[in-house]
């Protein structure tokens, strides 16, 4: 048995002793020998609320250090914690809720109302200033300073995270204690933590990036955390001269990179900088190398499975790869049947590992279409890896546009402007964008020649979150099939590859 993540973290805690852990603007939020009792605090909360060890706490808030607390709360509770996309409208909340079931809900107090009809049996709390509708407020009054923390076996669920699928429907990633540990231990010393490390926290905090790589890291190491509520490219270069370490998805470093004040000297105090999430184009690691000496470090990873491979910390760091397994990774690029390729030829990547997930909330069927009978996870990632083990992501075999770090499946998209009358058919697909790497466009074909894009945009747009909202509409009088009738997304990506570049 591994036991709770926190208790790791609370061990971190003690040996840090006053070192701020969260610090926001120049404000120490909270100091590491105030870790203990503040989780505390927020566990006997979620307890007084009605929460047992397993329930499910579904939160979709604001990033703020409150959200940090409830997280570390959530796991010292032995809770399983459900963290969504604040972009999510109520409509796609309201499948979330179905699916977890959850016990507890977290919103914020905006969104109060409009969650309110929804929630079923859950309890509907907020980490506002809204009096008994705040979980804050049981904190501040009902909370002990003490909390036991709940033990965890190796199999026992520390969180569900929501990814979507290929049918357009999100399935929820189980992810143990066991999972969440291994992984952090991994990439501690992989990634050379150290003591005095100092982490630009920039990230949302309801993906596995931003949730766990950037914030397990820190916890384990004992390191203060500069937090940011989102990514400002002027505050984090603010904050450099004070930090070690940023990580970051792709569209930050494009963002930094064309920043006049991305030099040298600003980032002096650096030691690592990393990138994950989508692939980092190698003009980016070439421009940032040259302003700053610095190497991106990239690594690859999925919610399903953790951080899986990464370049080396000492090693060469090669844009256009992702480098190596992690040690604990068996990986292989294997061919539709799961038979390992020639090295070189690129095929499915394939993993295996303690960080692997305990398959998709209550979908058995789904889990067990992922897997192969020896255990090897189908990432659904097109890969090569070369003799010496390295590995480049040269595309997917799943149909997923990745936006400045975050997934949008175009079947979601698709069916949603199918259903609209005068809609006969549409094909979602990413093209390449300056910003954020690839951007979603629909290709529609009309029943009738009345509808326009800003018809179909105003019709998806109360429904869909933003970020999956297609940034353009363009219109086809067919859409290209191969023999089979399948509709050849690849050449509408051709055609339409140069609709964003400058
Ligand atoms: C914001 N918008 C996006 C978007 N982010 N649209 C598409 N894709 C995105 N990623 C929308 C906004 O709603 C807004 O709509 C408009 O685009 C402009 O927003 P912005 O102000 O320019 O965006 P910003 O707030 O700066 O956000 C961009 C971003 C952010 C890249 C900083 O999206 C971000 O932090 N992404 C990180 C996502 C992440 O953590 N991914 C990790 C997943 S885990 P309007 O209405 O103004 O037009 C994973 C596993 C692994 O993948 O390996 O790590
Ligand atoms: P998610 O399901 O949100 O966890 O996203 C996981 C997916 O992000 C992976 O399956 C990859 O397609 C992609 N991804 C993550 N990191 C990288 C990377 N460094 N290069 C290319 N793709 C990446």
Redesign the pocket.
């Known amino acids: 048995m591994t036991g709770n993540i926190f208790a790791f973290f609370s061990a971190s805690a003690k040996a840090a002793g006053d070192k701020p852990c969260l610090v926001e603007g120049n404000e120490s939020r909270l100091r590491y020998d105030e870790l203990d009792s503040t989780t505390a605090r927020w566990a006997s909360a979620l307890v007084a609320a009605g929460a047992a060890p397993s329930d499910r706490i579904l939160v979709q808030v604001e990033k703020s250090v409150e959200n940090v607390l409830l997280y570390l709360a959530s796991l010292r509770a032995g809770l399983v914690y459900v963290p969504l996309n604040t972009?999510y409208t109520a409509a796609e909340l309201e499948y979330f809720i179905g699916d977890a079931e959850p016990a507890i809900i977290i919103c914020d107090p905006a969104k109060r109302e409009a969650i309110s009809p929804i929630v079923g049996d859950a309890a509907l709390f907020t980490l506002g200033s809204d009096g008994a509708g705040s979980l804050i407020d049981h904190v501040e009054t009902a909370a002990d300073s003490s909390f036991e923390t709940v033990a965890r076996d190796d199999d026992d669920l520390a969180a569900i995270c929501y990814t979507s699928g290929t049918t357009g429907r999100s399935k929820g990633a189980m992810l143990s204690h066991a999972n969440l540990i291994s992984n952090a231990l991994v990439l501690r010393d992989y990634w050379h933590w150290q003591a005095d490390d100092i982490l630009i926290h920039?990230?949302?905090v309801y993906?596995?990036?931003?949730l766990f790589?950037a914030l397990h890291l820190a916890l384990l190491g004992g390191s203060t955390i500069r937090f940011h509520r989102?990514?400002?490219a002027d505050a984090v270069l603010d904050d450099m001269a004070q930090a070690t370490v940023l990580m970051g998805?792709p569209?930050?470093y494009v963002r930094l990179a064309a920043h006049d004040r991305l030099t040298r000297e600003t980032t002096a105090s650096i030691r690592l900088f990393l990138s994950?999430?989508?692939p980092l184009l190698e003009s980016t690691f070439a421009v940032f190398a040259a302003k700053t000496g610095h190497q991106i470090l990239e690594?690859?990873?999925?919610?399903e499975a953790g951080?899986i491979c990464s370049n080396p910390y000492d090693g060469d760091r090669i844009p256009g790869t992702v480098g190596f397994p992690l040690p604990s990774v068996e990986a292989r690029v294997a061919d539709e049947t799961g038979v390992e390729v020639i090295r070189g030829e690129p095929g499915v990547l394939e993993i295996k590992g303690p960080s692997l997930f305990r398959g998709y909330w209550q979908n058995p069927d789904k889990t067990a279409e992922e897997m192969r009978v020896d255990g090897y996870f189908v990432t659904g990632d097109i890969a090569t890896m070369d003799i010496d083990g390295r590995v480049a992501i040269v595309g997917r075999a799943k149909d997923l546009i990745?936006?400045?770090?975050?997934?949008?499946y175009p079947k979601e998209i698709e069916l949603t402007i199918d259903a609209m009358a005068g809609v006969r058919e549409s094909a979602v697909i990413g093209v390449p964008h300056p910003?954020?790497g690839e951007?979603a466009v629909a290709v529609v074909v009309r029943e009738t020649d009345g509808l326009d894009e800003a018809a179909i945009l105003d019709a998806i747009a109360g429904g869909l979150a933003?970020?999956k909202q297609p940034r353009r509409i363009l219109f086809a009088d067919a859409l290209p099939r191969n023999a089979m009738g399948k509709v050849q997304k690849a050449k509408l990506r051709d055609e339409h590859r140069a609709l964003f570049s400058d």
């Not at 993906?207 to 931003?210: K, L």
């Not at 990745?402 to 949008?408: K, P, R, S, T, V």
């Open positions: 972009a920039a990230l949302p993906h596995v990036h931003g790589v989102s990514f400002d998805v569209t930050f994950g999430s989508a690594r690859y990873g999925m919610t951080m990745i936006a400045g770090g975050l997934n949008i910003d954020l951007a933003r970020f």
